[in-house]
């Protein structure tokens, strides 16, 4: 009988693993979209602003830059 108990409860861990991937999954494709992006403009924490310093500009740029070769699949070294 504990044979089977295990069984059944590394069936439920493998189940719930799967279920977190696809959570993870369906929340990162749900950020990314257009429309959530203009939500999150419109709120103040998340507004760009203008006048920042040149070397937070660029850190940014290099953030952007990462973030679509991740997306992309690609690696920067």
């Excluded at 279920?19 to 992006?37: H, V, Y």
């Excluded at 998340?46 to 740029?61: A, N, S, V, Y």
């Amino acid at each position: 009988m504990t044979t089977r108990n295990n069984a059944a409860r590394d069936k439920g861990a493998h189940n719930k693993g799967e279920r977190r991937e696809g959570l993870d999954a369906d929340i990162r494709r749900q950020f990314g979209t257009e429309a959530t992006t203009r939500f999150l403009r419109t709120l103040p924490a998340f507004r760009t602003e203008l006048d920042i310093p040149d070397r937070f500009k660029e850190l940014l740029d290099r953030l952007d830059g990462i973030e679509g070769s991740l997306a992309t699949g690609q690696r920067n070294r």
